[in-house]
């Protein structure tokens, strides 16, 4: 539903925008200000999308803590909406799983897995449905003459559906498990979704595809400004998909400007991290493929290497070593800059399970999404829109390091390089977006039907552009994207001058 202005999408962000105007404020009582909040969001006697106002205030309760890094309680805890609100300083409270969480009293229950005949059904004379069932669930009812499903001899494998002139049968699923595709969401005992966390990548994919807001993750806005208000330099690392994100007309200059203004030491792009990452990756296919790897995958996107090394323990080996854009831009800030801290801003909530590892903790302090700066911006009243340009907007990346954002850009980067230091090397590229494209791309790999490739894997359909905290049509940003690439002074990573690095940083 990225581009699309919905109710939870504006909630959501006037959640974001108000823990923000907290953190700010130091001088509001924290406790005082979050038991008032949901009033003020959602106001009046009269629920506007649920049962009642008092469910609605509830929900927007347990956000507003989540928001704040606090963990997510049930509806049978008695606690106020303050409760151990000063957890929400310490650093632990947010590092403590689960990082996305279902808000179980808002989850609709929805059905996980049900085909039904809609009231559309014409009752035709040729009745396909009833032919094609291979168990003979379809029939037709002898008084209105229409479709009827038996649920109990039904396998769920669409062929009605198919063959229906009239597409009068539905396959209903369950929105977020759908979306999964680790099948890490099933149902609890009250028939409301429930996370395997065994399973889950925390791609975030049920986080946008949940009709009803109910599922959420942790942030870190509180913190965040905390840390810059105490005094920390803090250090803006902006991933390559922020193009378009802020608004159409927000250049790389507003944006620098913007975040100076939020007090940022700076703001640097992902992009040169991400020419690091392909620059590295390309010496590893070199060296390891085919004469120690059969085949070796992108390490970039967390949801995808997590997903390869858990499904595919064997082949975990195959998967890329190298550091991934956010921590090399990390590890560069904090080698020209130290003591100080950075904050990776991107469109990703598997980023912040990668932070969370406590080998990448010490390079990534802080991890929010566009949509959770959005709420920042909101809160301190800028417009970046307006802002004057600030000189130094640009960083010197690659076309290829900024367009990682895009699928099929990461592997292009890798080849590009390869083909400029190895003119005479042969690459075969294969890619895949959305884990369950992925899971299938990695059990052809297993099965050596990819032997000597370089793999892509993309958690969500179309890269980058199309993560959990992302705001622009996934289309719109993918253009973005590719427009502004088109801008940079060098088309292959290893152009840019911060490639000569690339050895401190790796040690």
């Not at 650093?91 to 689960?98: A, F, G």
Request: glycine letters at 6%; aromatic letters at 6%.
């Amino acid at each position: 539903m990225r581009g699309v202005e919905t109710r939870i999408r504006d909630i959501r962000h006037r959640i974001f925008t108000e823990v923000a105007r907290m953190a700010y404020h130091t001088e509001w009582p924290t406790d005082r200000r979050i038991e008032a909040l949901p009033y003020d969001i959602m106001p009046g006697e009269v629920a506007e999308n649920r049962q009642d106002i008092f469910l609605e205030r509830a929900i927007v309760g347990e956000r507003l803590r989540l928001a704040m890094g606090l963990p997510c309680r049930n509806a049978a805890e008695h606690a106020p909406l303050s409760d151990n609100i000063d957890a929400a300083t310490k650093e632990e409270t947010y590092y403590t799983p689960p990082l996305i969480n279902i808000i179980k009293f808002a989850c609709n229950a929805c059905p996980e897995n049900q085909v039904r005949v809609t009231d559309v059904c014409q009752g035709c004379m040729a009745r396909p449905c009833v032919e094609v069932c291979p168990k003979g669930a379809v029939s037709i009812d002898p008084f209105t003459r229409k479709s009827i499903i038996d649920q109990d001899k039904c396998i769920k494998c669409g062929r009605c559906v198919d063959v229906c002139a009239y597409k009068a049968i539905n396959h209903q699923k369950r929105p977020c498990a759908a979306a999964c595709g680790m099948d890490a969401i099933h149902s609890d005992p009250n028939g409301r979704a429930d996370i395997d966390y065994d399973k889950c990548v925390s791609c975030g994919q049920c986080l946008v595809n949940c009709p009803f807001g109910a599922i959420a993750d942790k942030s870190q806005i509180f913190q965040m400004i905390r840390a810059i208000q105490a005094g920390e330099r803090v250090y803006a690392a902006v991933a390559p998909a922020f193009v378009g994100q802020f608004g159409p007309k927000v250049t790389p200059g507003k944006l620098r400007a913007a975040m100076k203004q939020l007090g940022f030491a700076d703001i640097i792009e992902v992009a040169i991290g991400a020419d690091l990452c392909a620059a590295q990756e390309a010496e590893d296919f070199v060296k390891e493929v085919p004469e120690k790897l059969p085949f070796m995958a992108t390490s970039c996107c967390p949801a995808w290497s997590v997903m390869a090394k858990k499904l595919f323990p064997e082949q975990a080996n195959c998967i890329s070593m190298a550091l991934t854009p956010m921590t090399l831009t990390a590890r560069l800030i904090k080698h020209h800059q130290p003591g100080a801290k950075v904050a990776f801003i991107g469109p990703c909530a598997a980023k912040k399970l990668e932070a969370m590892r406590r080998t990448v903790r010490s390079e990534v302090d802080f991890v929010l999404t566009f949509e959770e700066m959005a709420g920042i911006f909101e809160a301190r009243h800028i417009d970046v829109n307006t802002l004057k340009e600030d000189p130094h907007g640009v960083n010197d990346a690659s076309a290829d390091g900024r367009n990682f954002a895009v699928s099929g850009g990461v592997a292009q980067a890798v080849v590009n390089v390869i083909k400029e230091k190895y003119p005479d090397r042969e690459i075969k590229v294969a890619n895949a977006e959305g884990l369950s494209e992925c899971r299938k791309l990695m059990m052809m790999a297993k099965a050596g039907k990819y032997n000597g490739y370089l793999l892509e894997g993309m958690a969500c359909p179309g890269g980058c552009v199309a993560g959990a905290g992302t705001m622009q049509s996934i289309k719109k940003s993918s253009v973005a994207v590719n427009m502004y690439a088109k801008q940079a002074e060098h088309q292959v990573a290893t152009g840019t001058h911060h490639v000569a690095e690339l050895d401190k940083l790796v040690d």
